[in-house]
């Protein structure tokens, strides 16, 4: 059984471009989650999503970012417009329905130049 | 909101040594604690959990952690590390109704001398 696939595992984008974080649960998983890690920091919970259903977002900063987990194919974390801020690592996980327990991806290091 | 604190940012032993990691987390209510270890380029894998019941919990590659719920506390202990045990450790807790929320601590790197 094939953990939670994330890609790509590094992404370097230039200012004002577009990042696009791509997420594959773990098979019968239906719940993703996103946290991003800065420098120095512990994992920060985003958005936790289920099929076609945004859940709880209370961690996504207000502008720039969104998220989607459509009926077919991954999850996407998407940043419009990145600033250097956004360097970050972003960790993806899943989980089956009803389960505390969440899995994690190996996470994508973004780096905005 | 709640947090978690882990005391230590890097911890050095020699392989054999006795090991101990401090995790304190700040939230009232009832909670669910886990630690959760990365080894170097590898994803974060589960090393035990606590829902419930015996406060001291096995996990995996001999860790166990003991809940103390008056100090808050969840300490992740280990008798006689090993080199393959250097990694970064990180504890984390959720709670009540948003039980999938994860609050992580900003983790402890632990680096084990052959």
């Known amino acids: 059984n094939a953990g939670v696939m994330q890609n790509p595992r590094h992404l370097v984008r230039r200012r004002g471009q577009e990042a696009r974080l791509r997420c594959s649960p773990m098979?019968?998983?239906?719940?993703v989650y996103w946290y991003r890690q800065l420098p120095e920091e512990g994992l920060k919970f985003m958005v936790y999503l289920q099929k076609e259903n945004i859940i709880d977002e209370s961690g996504m900063p207000k502008e720039r970012f969104s998220a989607e987990f459509p009926k077919e194919g991954p999850s996407i974390l998407r940043i419009q417009q990145v600033v250097r801020g956004d360097s970050a690592a972003y960790f993806c996980a899943s989980s089956p329905y009803g389960a505390n327990e969440q899995f994690f991806g190996p996470g994508t290091r973004l780096t905005v130049l | 909101a709640q947090s978690v604190s882990q005391h230590n940012h890097h911890v050095i032993l020699s392989e054999a040594a006795s090991l101990e990691l401090g995790c304190n987390y700040s939230?009232?209510?009832?909670?669910?604690l886990f630690w959760y270890v990365q080894y170097p380029g590898q994803h974060l894998q589960l090393l035990l959990k606590?829902?419930?019941?015996?406060?001291l919990v096995k996990g995996i590659k001999g860790f166990e952690a003991e809940f103390i719920k008056s100090k808050f506390s969840f300490n992740l202990r280990k008798p006689s590390v090993q080199w393959s045990d250097t990694a970064e450790y990180f504890c984390?807790?959720?709670?009540?109704?948003?039980?999938?929320?994860?609050?992580f601590g900003k983790g402890t790197l632990l680096t084990v001398n052959p």
């Open positions: 984390a807790v959720n709670s009540g109704g948003s039980n999938y929320k994860l609050t």
């Open positions: 098979k019968g998983h239906s719940h």
């Open positions: 606590y829902f419930s019941g015996d406060p």
């Open positions: 939230y009232g209510g009832t909670v669910n």
